[in-house]
Structure formats: structure tokens, C-alpha cells
């Protein structure tokens, strides 16, 4: 059965079919979607995927290469053949690495092709690069709060007039961040936001580069975009420059 989750995301977010039987898998997807701020949906078989599909094309497709009921490389197929969803982006997951097999997916017309084990990050940097390139009016370019700004195209952040130098790593914090204001994200949501659940690294790292990033953020009497929830974790501040 089809599960959709929306978890109070505006009408206008784009919506995301994953299509996955490895519950778990599914389940994490789902969660680091919605917490990008897309609305997500799961199936966990391929013929269920073709009728919602079918019934209410999504704005992308994260889809299982080897999958019970309908395989995903022959839903991708139907898809193309379809004119409502014949350039509907298609992110395939699969465990098989051989280029071979890459190569067949993307030539049944996948736009990209991720192998397991993936960077979660790296996988959210793709849905966001096929939205943009599908429905740029879908996904903002820039993130602006206050007199502070992030353009993720140019990978530059302003404050008033001066610009703030960052490392990829503070730039992608501040992104998360940003991308969910007034959201309290314990330590764990950041390092798999940011890092990856895969990361080996423990929860005092996220404090370091938190501390590097309001560092870089505030001079003087600026006030701090990032607020400290005492046992809960980090947010961006939904009140600043307000």
C-alpha cells in the first residue's frame, strides 16, 4: 500500500515517489526528504508504483532497480512511453556497480543512477539538481533570511554587504539549516543531514563547526541567525530579521 507523509509541508513542495522495498531504506529516504522540505511518498512495489504513476505523477522518482511485482528498469520504460510522465525525473538506485548495467539504466531513460552504499547528502544534491533542471521554479536558487543570504548556485553567502567565507562544510550547514527555520535538528539529524549517516564522526563535531559557522555569521553587535535548544540541539532562528 502506498504511504505518503506530509508532515506539514506547503502545497507547493515538489513530490517525491520512492519507489523501494527495503523498508528501511525506504523509511530514511522518506524522512531526509521531508526534512529537506519535499513532500514524500512510499510504494513498496513496482505495480503499485505504476498506477500512482498512473493516477498522480510526482515531480521526481527515486526508483529501486529490483523490485517485487513490476522491475524498476520496466516502470522507467512504461514511464517514457507515457506523455505525462515522459520527462518526469528518474533517480534509479540499484546495487549492482557494473558500468554495463549503468548503461542500460540510463538508456531506458533514467536521468541519473546511484549505487548502494550512498551519501545521503550526495543523493539530496542530485534531487535538487534534477528538480532545478526539470522545474527550476520548483526549487529556490537562494535561501534568504534577514539581511543574510545563501545562493546555491554561485556557493556564496552575504550578510548586508560583505561576504561570509565559508568551507563546503559550514556552507552546507547553513543551507540545512536555513532550509527548515524555526526547526529544532538534534546533533544526529545534523551529522546525517550534513555528513552522512555513514560518517564516522561523533556528536561534538557538529558543536565545532556550529561554533566555526556563528563565527563567521556574526561580528560585533550582529545577532545570531542560529539558536542553541539546551539538550535538544541547533535551529535557525524563524524570528531573525524580523
Known amino acids: 500500500m502506498a504511504e505518503a507523509r506530509h508532515n506539514g509541508q506547503g502545497a507547493g513542495a515538489p513530490r517525491i515517489l520512492v519507489v523501494e522495498d527495503e523498508e528501511a531504506l525506504s523509511v530514511l529516504l522518506s524522512y531526509n526528504l521531508e526534512a529537506e522540505g519535499y513532500v514524500a511518498e512510499r510504494v513498496?512495489?513496482?505495480?503499485?508504483?505504476?498506477?500512482?504513476?498512473?493516477?498522480?505523477?510526482?515531480d521526481l522518482v527515486i526508483l529501486d532497480w529490483m523490485l517485487p511485482g513490476l522491475s524498476g528498469l520496466e516502470i522507467c520504460r512504461r514511464m517514457r512511453a507515457r506523455e505525462a510522465t515522459r520527462t518526469l525525473p528518474v533517480?534509479?538506485?540499484?546495487?549492482?556497480?557494473?558500468?554495463?548495467?549503468?548503461?542500460?539504466?540510463?538508456?531506458i531513460g533514467a536521468d541519473d543512477y546511484v549505487v548502494k552504499p550512498f551519501s545521503l547528502p550526495e543523493l539530496m544534491a542530485r534531487v535538487r539538481a534534477l528538480l532545478r533542471r526539470a522545474r527550476p521554479e520548483r526549487v529556490a536558487a537562494t535561501l534568504a533570511a534577514g539581511d543574510l543570504s545563501l545562493d546555491r548556485q554561485a556557493h556564496r553567502v552575504r550578510r548586508g554587504q560583505r561576504d561570509i567565507h565559508l568551507g563546503p562544510t559550514e556552507f552546507r550547514l547553513l543551507e540545512f539549516l536555513m532550509e527548515k527555520p524555526g526547526r529544532v535538528l538534534s546533533r544526529g539529524q545534523l551529522l546525517d543531514g550534513v555528513w552522512g549517516s555513514a560518517a564516522e564522526i561523533d556528536e561534538r563535531t557538529v558543536d565545532v563547526h556550529v561554533g566555526r559557522l556563528r563565527?563567521?555569521?556574526?561580528?560585533?553587535?550582529?545577532?545570531?541567525p542560529i539558536r542553541t535548544v539546551r539538550g535538544a540541539g541547533y535551529a535557525f532562528d524563524e524570528r531573525f530579521g524580523k
Not at 533517480?91 to 538508456?107: D, K, Q
Open 44 to 58: 513498496a512495489r513496482g505495480d503499485e508504483a505504476e498506477l500512482r504513476l498512473i493516477e498522480q505523477p510526482p
Open 91 to 107: 533517480i534509479m538506485l540499484t546495487a549492482r556497480g557494473e558500468e554495463g548495467e549503468r548503461v542500460r539504466g540510463l538508456s
Open 215 to 224: 563565527k563567521a555569521l556574526s561580528r560585533g553587535r550582529e545577532s545570531d
